[in-house]
């Protein structure tokens, strides 16, 4: 994707193969600008997934003719600037008409934090909640690395998520079961020659996706890649 400006989220990633498993995320650095965060949790804001397919990591028609990928951090404040501010229209246009699928990748190379979000929206998509946590999550977003993925925090995200049980979640998330979507992120990362987030990957679903440089963090940042490939 475009290194946008004031961008302080930028990692490498390295897979190591070992009996065709284990990634490994090694690094994260920021690059100027102060910390853009308060340590204030953002008020909640209702998910915008309501009646629409969840399963497991996808968000949408499993038969839409057009998938998104998106490798993110759910610490970084530019992926939740663009949940916030991009992802409810992309699934106003193209997510309830059947056009485009969505696949969540994340990374959690920010911090402890990152990967305690992390494990608990894969946990949840166990449940098919996956994005309703991760929007709550975004929409809740603290300083990074202050605790603010706390057990209080989860359970709350859960109680505004029909069928989804808190308490559960917060065991779920460290069972092994949890581990190898953590892996399949980092390896598909690396693969797709991600180096910042938010990054994005697009294609014919079921075809090659290729990496998004998108223009901004807004939705005309991304439609125009949408609109191409379904023109396509």
Known sequence: MTRLANNRWRFAVVIVVGAALAAALIGASQVGA?????GELAPAVDPPFAGIEQRGVVLGSSVAPVTLVEYADLQ???CAQWSR???PVLVAEYVEAGKLRIVFHGLAFIGADSDKALRTAIAAGHDDHLWDVVHGLYARQGAENSGWVTDELVREIASGVRGLDGEKLL????ESSVEPELKRGVAAAGR????STPAFQI???????ELVEISSL??????PAIE???AG
């Open 171 to 174: 065991s779920a998330r460290w």
């Open 218 to 223: 807004g939705p005309d940042g991304i439609r």
């Open 203 to 209: 294609g014919r679903t079921g075809g090659r996706l």
């Open 192 to 195: 797709a020659g991600v180096h």
């Open 34 to 38: 102060e910390q853009t965060q308060t």
């Open 85 to 87: 501010e991009t992802l």
């Open 228 to 230: 191409a490939v379904l």
């Open 76 to 78: 970084c404040p530019y």
